[in-house]
């Protein structure tokens, strides 16, 4: 049973840092390619968007509007993947989910909140 546990998130003054971790179950983790979505505010599941993913061989991809502020990373003897965060803006406010696709399925975290607010 796949399993995806993310925690991290909170509320952060814009410019902020945050750093979201994602905890992996129930798969040979360092062989998948890992990635975080987010849900803004008003969204719907269907309009989730790919902030980064990671490659089982550590290659990375980041989204536009994250590139040059959020970083990628996967520690494959904790099965875990996190997404730093810096420079927050107050757009990045969104749910954010961790991801895998296994056997053709999508697999999600339950997701956690980020809330860039003055």
């Known amino acids: 049973q796949v399993r995806l546990v993310e925690s991290g998130g909170g509320l952060v003054q814009p410019g902020g840092s945050l750093r979201l971790s994602c905890t992996a179950s129930g798969i040979n983790f360092k062989l998948y390619t890992m990635n975080w979505y987010r849900q803004a505010p008003g969204k719907s599941r269907e309009q989730r968007e790919l902030v980064a993913n990671i490659t089982s061989v550590g290659t990375t991809n980041y989204a536009d509007s994250v590139k040059g502020r959020f970083t990628i990373s996967r520690d494959n003897v904790w099965n875990r993947v996190s997404l730093q965060m810096n420079s927050l803006k107050p757009e990045d406010t969104a749910a954010y989910y961790c991801?895998?696709?296994?056997?053709?399925?999508?697999?999600w975290g339950q997701g956690t909140q980020v809330i860039v607010s003055s």
């Open positions: 991801n895998v696709r296994h056997r053709g399925s999508p697999y």
